[in-house]
């Protein structure tokens, strides 16, 4: 099993797991299926393309992709010492295995190798415990939780905020 980064030869692989993912726990992600389902693969190839301050990651099992992982800088000037992970998911046969933490390094590794980032944050349904402890166990921490931050299927879910600082915060 390796982990790499995704560019966009990796558009389909990433396509099928990606619309995979928002039909196995639409809880987790901020957008849906219905909204991607028929984005096209040259959309789908743009979020791959290799730029500065973003990476995708994917964990693969022979040359199936089986995970993957997203890091963002923040664009604003102000808040540009800021990366988000988006996009965690991993497979559910591959579970349990160690692939989200695998996944998890290689976006720690590529945001702090990002000049000027102090901080990530993430989201996740507060009612994903595993989720939140493997995030804890990397150092993130609560800071915020939203009440009804989502819908799914009309029920209303409730997300927590989570940062990890990389780097001390600079004097103002």
């Known amino acids: 099993m390796t982990i790499r980064r995704l560019s966009a030869i990796d558009a389909s692989s990433f396509e099928a797991l990606r619309l995979a993912a928002l039909l ?29 301050g973003h990476g995708v990651f994917g964990k693969f099992d022979g040359d199936t992709l089986i995970g ?6 923040e664009s604003p000037l102000k808040m540009a ?5 988006w996009g965690m998911y991993v497979k559910g ?12 390094h290689a976006a720690l590794a590529h945001a702090s190798a ?11 349904d507060a009612a994903n415990v595993a989720a939140i402890a493997l ?8 800071f915020s939780r939203e009440a009804d931050a989502m819908r799914v299927h009309g029920q209303p879910r409730d997300d927590l905020r989570m940062h990890l600082r990389i780097a001390p915060p600079s004097a103002p």
């Open 114 to 124: 990002m000049p000027g980032i102090a901080k990530l944050t993430l989201d996740v």
């Open 24 to 52: 196995d726990t639409p809880e987790a992600f901020g957008s849906s299926h219905e909204e991607e389902k028929d984005l096209p693969l040259a959309g789908v190839a743009r979020r791959l393309e290799n730029r500065p």
């Open 135 to 142: 995030y804890e166990s990397l150092g993130f921490e609560v």
């Open 68 to 73: 993957i992982v997203g890091v963002a800088r």
């Open 93 to 104: 046969s591959a579970r349990s295995m160690g692939a989200a933490r695998e996944l998890m």
């Open 81 to 85: 010492h800021k990366a988000g992970i």
